[in-house]
C-alpha cells in the first residue's frame, strides 16, 4: 500500500451509521479541509453539521502521543512488554477466562478482527463485546430469530423508493441527518407519508404527517395491534406467509392477547384511538412501505421484542427484499456493522459464526488457532459486573469512553481499580477511561480518524474505506499493529505477521467464504484476492459478495427478494413477543422516567466534536427537558438548574422546559463527562437492565425524581 497521500483523499465519516464519503484535502500543516463525496452512495456529496465540521477536530490538544505505564512515559518495548508480560502471567494464575476486551464501533473492521482474533483464537477468552452492545445489539438478535443471519434487508434506495417511512425510536433528522435529507426529498417527490413513533416529540417528529408519542415500552403493544388488525383486514398475504415463514399463528395469537382491537392497542400505548387507526390503516393500504427502527427500540430491556414485532409486520405482508419495502434497522456508530461482520459480539464468534461444533471447528482450522474458545463470553454489562466481583484481572478497552457511556459508570470507575492489569488503547489521554487507574494501568497512543487506514460497513451493509491522509503523531500507532506485536510477544507471531491493513482485509474476506457455499450470509470471497493497489482504490460495496456469483465485485442491494431466509428450512421466523412491561417502573421516591439520548451536533461522549466551537454551539452544556406541568409540579423554571436522582447517582442539569416532553418521563443527551462538565454524565443515572435475548441494556427508562438546585 502506498504511503504517498494524494492532494485529495477519499475517506468516510468517523460518527453515524449511515457512513457518508468524505474527500479531505490536507494542508500540509497538520490540518485538511473536509467537504462531501459525490460519488459516495451513502450521501451523494452531503454532510451534516458533524461531518462538515471535521476540518475543526483535527487538532493535537489533548493528544496520547507515547504509551504510559502507571502514568509514566516510557517506549514501545516497555508497554508492549508490560501488557503481554500482564496476559500472561494473569492466564497462567487465573485461566485466560480472566481477560477481557472492550471494543469500539469505532473501531476499523481491521483492527476489529485482529483483536477478536488474537482474543478468541489465541488467548483462549470468549469475554469480547463492544460498545455496540449499547447500539444494536437488539436488531442483530431480532434479525437472527426472525431470517436466521444478522442481515440488513434493505438499502438506502428503499428510503427513495418507500411510499411510507415508518421511524420507530429513532430522531432521525438529528442522529441520521442525511438520511433524513433522503426522506424529506422523497416526500417533496413522491408524496411519501412519514410517521414517527416516539415518546419525545423531536425535530423528526415535527416534520412527520403523523407523530404517535406512545408511552414508554409500549412499541410491542403498537406492533402487536398492527399485526391483530393486518388480520382483521385481509392484509395479510396469505400465500407468502405459507411458502416463506413459520410461526404466524402462535405471533398472531400472541398479539391479539396483547393488543385484540383498535381500543387496546390506544388504551395499551396511551395513544388517541383516531391516531392508531389511521397508523395502522396507512400500513394496511400501502405496500411500498420501510420501517426504520433505532435507538429508541434497541435500547431496553425489551429491545429484541420490539425489533421482532416490528419485522413480524413486515413479514406478515411479505413487505421485504423488494424496492421501497422491509424493516431497517439504524445503526449508531460507524462501524457497528463491520464489528458484528468479524464476530466482536460476546455471542459470536467469527464472520457471522457462532458456536456450533462445525463453526468452531471451521474458524480453528482457518485461523490454526491453538486456544480457540468454545462458547459465548460475557455481554458489556455483565463484563464489568464480573471486573467488580474480581472474575476478570486484565481488562483491554480500545478506541471507546464506558466511564461516560455505560450504565452506572461510577461502579465501573471502582471495578476498574480493583484489575491486576488495565489496558487502553486511546487518541486522547484525557478521556475518563483514559484517566482511570488499576493496579497497572498501560496507555497505548492509537490511530486517530485522518491517520487510520481500513474498512468501514454502514447500516445498508456498504464497507467503505478510511483513508490515511494525515501523519500520525508522536509514537501513535495503528491498533492492529499493537495488538499484532503483543501476540508475537505471547508467542504466536507467526498468525500475526501482519505488515498492511490490506492484508488482513484479505484474510478477514477470505474467513467469510470459507467452506461458504451460500450458507452464510456475510460473504466477501470476491473481495479475498484484493491487490494492495485494488485495497486502495477500493470503491464502496455492499456485502454480500460472494465469489461464485455473476458479477462477483458488484454487492447486493437487497436480500430475501426470493423468500429465502437463512434458516434450516430457508422460512423467516415470526416471533411471539411479550407483553410490554418496562423492566423498572416508577415509584412514589421516583416518579419520573429519565429518556437518554443525543443530540444534533455532538457524537458519543465529544472527544472529537467537543474540540469543534461551531458544534459546541447548538447545543453548549448538559440539559433536562421537562414537561411544562411536571416543571410546574416539582418548582423547576426554564433556564433553571435540577438536581436529577436515581437510585445510582445524581447529577445536575440545565432545565429545557418543553411540551415535546411526555409528562412524567424527562430527557437528557448522553454526551456530557467529567472532562467537559462537573455533573453532566447522565448515562451514570441509568440502572441499565439489559434484554434478557440481546443483553442490551435499558437506556431510555430509568426511573428518577428530580428537584430545583
Ligand atoms: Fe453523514 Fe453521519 Fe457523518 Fe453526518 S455524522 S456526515 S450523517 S456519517
Not at 433524513?180 to 423528526?204: E, H, N, S, W
Not at 434478557?692 to 430509568?702: D, H, I, M, N
Amino acid at each position: 500500500v502506498s504511503d504517498a497521500i494524494p492532494p485529495v483523499v477519499k475517506t468516510t465519516c468517523p460518527y453515524c451509521g449511515v457512513g457518508c464519503g468524505v474527500l479531505a484535502t490536507p494542508d500540509g500543516k497538520g490540518g485538511a479541509s473536509v467537504a462531501g463525496d459525490t460519488e459516495h452512495p451513502a450521501n451523494f456529496g452531503r454532510l451534516c453539521s458533524k461531518g462538515s465540521a471535521l476540518g475543526e477536530t483535527l487538532d493535537l490538544d489533548d493528544r496520547l502521543l507515547h504509551p504510559m505505564v502507571d502514568g509514566a512515559r516510557v517506549s514501545w518495548e516497555s508497554a508492549l512488554g508490560t501488557v503481554a508480560g500482564g496476559l500472561r502471567r494473569i492466564t497462567e494464575r487465573h485461566g485466560p477466562d480472566s481477560i477481557a476486551f472492550y471494543l469500539s464501533g469505532q473501531l476499523l473492521t481491521e483492527d476489529y478482527y485482529v483483536a477478536n482474533k488474537l482474543a478468541k483464537g489465541f488467548l483462549g477468552t470468549p469475554h469480547v463485546d463492544t460498545n455496540s452492545r449499547l447500539c444494536m445489539s437488539s436488531a442483530v438478535a431480532a434479525h437472527r430469530r426472525a431470517f436466521g443471519s444478522d442481515t440488513v434487508p434493505g438499502c438506502y434506495e428503499d428510503l427513495d423508493e418507500a411510499d411510507l417511512l415508518v421511524l420507530v425510536g429513532s430522531n432521525t433528522a438529528w442522529c441520521h441527518p442525511i438520511l433524513f435529507r433522503r426522506m424529506a426529498d422523497a416526500k417533496a417527490k413522491r408524496g411519501t407519508r412519514i410517521v414517527t413513533i416516539d415518546p419525545r416529540r423531536t425535530q423528526t417528529g415535527e416534520e412527520a404527517d403523523l407523530h404517535l408519542g406512545l408511552r414508554p415500552g409500549t412499541d410491542t403493544a403498537l406492533f402487536s395491534g398492527l399485526l391483530v388488525h393486518l388480520a382483521t383486514q385481509g392484509a395479510v398475504d396469505r400465500r407468502y406467509v405459507a411458502e416463506h415463514t413459520a410461526g404466524f399463528d402462535a405471533a398472531l395469537e400472541r398479539a391479539q392477547s396483547i393488543a385484540p382491537s383498535i381500543a387496546a392497542t390506544a388504551a395499551a400505548t396511551g395513544l388517541p384511538e383516531a391516531d392508531v387507526l389511521a397508523f395502522f390503516e396507512l400500513f394496511t393500504r400501502t405496500r411500498r412501505v420501510v420501517t426504520c427502527f433505532s435507538m429508541g427500540v434497541n435500547q431496553s430491556a425489551q429491545g429484541t421484542d420490539k425489533g421482532n414485532a416490528i419485522i413480524n409486520c413486515h413479514l406478515a405482508t411479505g413487505r421485504i427484499g423488494q424496492p421501497g419495502m422491509g424493516p431497517f434497522s439504524l445503526t449508531g456508530q460507524p462501524n457497528a456493522m463491520g464489528g458484528r461482520e468479524v464476530g466482536g459480539l460476546a455471542n459470536m464468534l467469527a464472520a457471522h459464526m457462532h458456536f456450533a461444533p462445525e463453526e468452531v471447528d471451521r474458524v480453528r482450522r482457518f485461523w490454526d488457532a491453538p486456544n480457540i474458545i468454545t462458547g459465548e463470553g460475557m455481554k458489556a454489562v455483565a463484563m464489568f459486573e464480573a471486573i467488580a466481583r474480581g472474575k476478570i484481572k486484565a481488562l483491554w478497552v480500545m478506541g471507546t469512553n464506558p466511564l461516560v457511556s455505560m450504565p452506572r459508570a461510577d461502579a465501573i470507575r471502582e471495578a476498574i481499580a480493583g484489575l491486576d492489569l488495565y489496558v487502553v488503547s486511546e487518541v486522547l489521554s484525557t478521556t475518563d477511561t483514559a484517566r482511570a487507574t488499576a493496579t497497572k494501568t498501560v496507555l497505548l497512543p492509537a490511530h486517530a480518524w485522518g491517520e487510520k487506514s481500513g474498512t468501514v460497513t454502514n447500516s445498508e451493509r456498504r464497507i467503505s474505506r478510511q483513508r490515511s491522509f494525515l501523519k500520525a503523531p508522536g509514537e501513535a500507532r495503528a491498533d492492529w499493529a499493537i495488538m499484532s506485536d503483543v501476540a508475537n510477544r505471547l508467542g504466536h507471531g507467526a498468525s500475526f505477521a501482519y505488515t498492511s491493513a490490506a492484508q488482513i482485509f484479505r484474510e478477514h474476506a477470505a474467513l467469510s467464504a470459507f467452506e461458504n457455499e451460500g450458507s452464510r450470509d456475510f460473504d466477501l470471497g470476491a473481495l479475498a484476492d484484493l491487490s494492495d493497489r485494488g485495497y486502495d482504490a477500493a470503491p464502496p460495496v455492499q456485502w454480500p459478495l460472494p465469489k461464485r456469483s455473476a458479477d462477483p465485485r458488484k454487492g447486493r442491494a437487497r436480500l430475501f427478494a426470493d423468500g429465502r431466509f437463512y434458516t434450516f428450512d430457508a422460512r423467516a421466523r415470526f416471533v411471539a413477543v411479550q407483553p410490554p412491561a418496562l423492566a423498572l417502573a416508577p415509584t412514589a421516591e421516583r416518579p419520573m422516567i429519565l429518556n437518554t439520548g443525543r443530540v444534533r451536533d455532538h457524537w458519543h461522549t465529544m472527544t472529537r466534536t467537543g474540540k469543534s466551537q461551531r458544534l459546541s454551539a447548538h447545543r453548549a452544556a448538559p440539559f433536562l427537558e421537562i414537561h411544562p406541568d411536571d416543571a410546574a409540579r416539582h418548582r423547576l423554571t426554564d433556564g433553571g438548574f435540577a438536581r436529577v436522582t436515581t437510585d445510582h447517582a445524581s447529577a445536575i442539569l440545565e432545565i429545557a422546559v418543553t411540551d415535546g416532553a411526555q409528562r412524567g418521563t424527562m430527557f437528557a443527551p448522553m454526551h456530557w463527562s467529567d472532562m467537559t462538565a462537573s455533573n453532566g454524565r447522565v448515562v451514570a443515572l441509568v440502572r441499565g437492565v439489559p434484554d434478557p435475548v440481546s443483553g442490551q441494556p435499558e437506556l431510555k427508562a430509568t426511573p428518577a425524581s428530580v428537584e430545583p438546585v
